[in-house]
DNA sequence: GCACAAGTGC
DNA sequence: GCACTTGTGC
């Protein structure tokens, strides 16, 4: 079994968890709401004191010692009406709420990973809403097809056996946990599946907000070995570039 | 005190109340929702059968022997940006979500009008949807400004003294009812503030289907002693008069 | 895949 | 009050 040693990536102390930050929302949900005025849908104002950089999480990339490393699956099709779509370019991620993603990881290992977990979780990524738990629009939350499902809260979906959704009891940070299972014979990759579960605009969610995953390398400890960062826009259209569009 | 006959301005038997008829929504609340199929936002199906007329609340306006009318108050200002207006023209109520939008009444009484009541019942007026509740949307449900509010899914309010929100327990229909009071001196009008708790393009709850109200003066039998309707439209620019708008 | 609808930022 | 954004019907 190959164990090379924790890393941070930052120069800092590495982080026992993910989840040293904490969240300051609208609300107990830390969401933002439409019509806080009268009949204005408004977007969540930045705290007035800016929480410390400590208590957001980082989206710092970095390989670490296992050389954390992604890539995506092939898309279904190269058409505007794809269901999802990777621009290397940016570093971006478009797709149509509830597809499939298939992503791939590697990581450098002689023998055999074990105890190894995969971390996914959303963030807004700008400052002014980075400290906003990104968590689905309550229309989604209570869409028929998402009663009983535990995990119907969370954003990110993901269906690997083994997938565990956490939420984390002082920041209420949603966030989703597979095992990092060894890759199929004659190939270091590894597939997982993610989908995300409400629309870029979702009013009540997202809002609009830009996002980003943070997808994590963890021991069984939750010390993080490698970070890595992709860009996140779900809509209806993913295959239309937004700069493509007709005015 | 005053106390014309019971009528029903159908030529049919008189309503005991205006509940007399079922809903047949998509799920338990009755409402349609965003994609029930992947990543579509679709509008509820008309059921395959038809409900029977009569499980259907009646829209037909009759003045009934209380000549039951109704007239606006002066609308805040007569620009583009109003809160709302009042066509007469189209009998079209435009609104912005939760504005007062005070309704008039009269009734043909030589004495006290006693145990009178009005009740506001939002339908949706297409043949296609007139089977669904009226609910508000989950969105505007959750948001922080309804929490503890006891009727908070109601899609009408009506902000005078002794205003019940009451909800058909067979139907789901969800209506407000206020007593009719004694007019002040000078007049036989007596006001009433309603205001309209979602868009009509409130997804997962009136989901951009057209909408009216249906005002019934009744007794405390829930008789039905008049009956009026009003097209309502609530949107972000009332004033902007939907052929108006520029392409 | 286009044209429309309609809430939002500015 | 305009122009833009972006989900939706067809
Ligand atoms: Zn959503
Ligand atoms: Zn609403």
Redesign the pocket.
């Known amino acids: 079994m190959c164990k090379p040693g924790v890393s941070d990536g930052n120069g800092a102390i590495p982080e026992s968890t993910t989840n040293g930050f904490n969240s300051f929302g609208q609300d107990d949900h830390g969401r933002s709401y439409?019509d806080s005025g009268t009949n204005?849908?408004?977007?969540p104002q930045a705290s007035l004191s800016p929480s410390p950089m400590s208590l957001i999480p980082s989206s710092q990339p970095f390989p670490g010692s296992y050389n954390f490393q992604f890539e995506f699956g092939k898309q279904p099709k190269d058409?505007?009406?794809t269901a999802w779509t990777f621009s290397d370019m940016t570093n971006k991620l478009y797709a149509q709420k509830d597809a499939m993603c298939p992503v791939r990881f590697r990581i450098d290992c002689d023998g055999v990973a074990n105890g190894l977990y995969i971390r996914a979780l959303p963030i807004y990524s700008r400052p002014e809403h980075v400290q906003d738990v990104v968590k689905r629009c309550p229309n989604h939350i209570q869409a028929p097809e998402s009663a009983n499902i535990p995990h119907r809260e969370h954003f990110i979906w993901c269906e690997n056996q083994g997938a565990r959704y956490v939420t984390d009891s002082s920041t209420g940070r949603c966030a989703v946990i597979a095992p990092y299972d060894a890759p199929p014979a004659g190939t270091s990759w590894v597939t997982y599946l993610f989908s995300f579960k409400c629309?870029?605009?979702c009013?009540g969610g997202p809002n609009?907000r830009e996002m980003s995953i943070i997808y994590t390398l963890e021991n069984s400890n939750q010390e993080v070995l490698g970070r890595l960062s992709i860009d996140l826009r779900i809509?209806?259209?993913p295959g239309e570039r937004?700069e493509i569009?007709r005015?």
Chains 1, 2 share one sequence.
């Open positions: 439409p204005v849908y408004c977007r058409t505007k009406s629309l870029n605009s009013v609009r809509c209806a259209c937004p569009r005015r």
